[in-house]
Each structure stands twice: as structure tokens, then as C-alpha cells.
């Protein structure tokens, strides 16, 4: 089970982090994800950190989002500065276990609205 928290309502320039929380299964061997959809478009890949910590962010939030995870934790970040309006979407945690991509698991989303 996912659970994403920190979502809400910033101005633009503004920072947001949120966070997803896991359980039932062994955090630390599954790649972890941020996605975000838009009403009407597809749900378009963020940032994602492998199980060993490599981290990769899209071209579009470069130098603005980092991901980040605690596996003590069981929890997986993504830190946002910089917002704008564009990133405005429902942001969604992912994981997967590499092994056997079939695994994977979607939490409930959370709403990042970024206001002008």
C-alpha cells in the first residue's frame, strides 16, 4: 500500500514536498516513481530512484525536483521548488520491483495546484 501526503495549494515560485509511504512489502528492493496526470492527458513519469539510490528526474523538472528516499523509512520524497503553473496536476507514487515488473503498486494521488 502507497499513501501520498503533502500536496496542496502554493503560489507560484513556491515549494512543495511530498512524501509516500509504504507497507507490506520489503521498501528497499523496489524503484520508487512520481508520476502526474493532468485531467484529458496521459499520466507522464517524474522522477524516479532505483533501489540503490540512482536517481532521475524528467528533462521538464530538472534543476527543480529532487527525489529522494529513507528506506528506514519506508518512504519515498519528492521535493519541489521553482513551481509553476505547468506542474499543476494529481502526483501519484509508483513502485515496482525490478525483478518481476508486473509487481507494482499506485497510491490514491495527491492534487498540487500552483496558483499565478
Known amino acids: 500500500q502507497l499513501v501520498e501526503s503533502g500536496g496542496g495549494l502554493v503560489q507560484n515560485g513556491g515549494s512543495l514536498r511530498l512524501s509516500c509511504a509504504a507497507s507490506g512489502s520489503i521498501f528497499s528492493v523496489y524503484k520508487m516513481s512520481w508520476y502526474r496526470q493532468v485531467p484529458g492527458n496521459e499520466r507522464e513519469l517524474v522522477a524516479t530512484i532505483a533501489p540503490g539510490g540512482r536517481a532521475n528526474v524528467t528533462d521538464s523538472v530538472k534543476g527543480r525536483f529532487t527525489i529522494s528516499r529513507d528506506n528506514a523509512k519506508s518512504t519515498v520524497y519528492l521535493q519541489m521548488n521553482s513551481l509553476n503553473v505547468g506542474d499543476t496536476a494529481v502526483y501519484y507514487c509508483?513502485?515496482?520491483?525490478?525483478?518481476?515488473?508486473?509487481?507494482?503498486?499506485w497510491g490514491q494521488g495527491t492534487q498540487v495546484t500552483v496558483s499565478s
Open positions: 509508483h513502485a515496482e520491483y525490478p525483478k518481476l515488473p508486473t509487481m507494482n503498486y
